[in-house]
């Protein structure tokens, strides 16, 4: 193993905060979920 206890837990939460847990919707530009099919707001159909 490389690096300390720090440098490890520092890597966990920097790899756990790559993906995003929000998206804009391209039509309204609401920040929604990324599991939204439906945007809350305009209700358009999301891919």
Known sequence: ???N???MAVGIIIGAAAEPATKV???CFTTISVKAIRCPNCTSELK
């Open 1 to 3: 193993m490389k690096g």
């Open 25 to 27: 919707c391209p039509y």
């Open 5 to 7: 206890v720090l440098d």
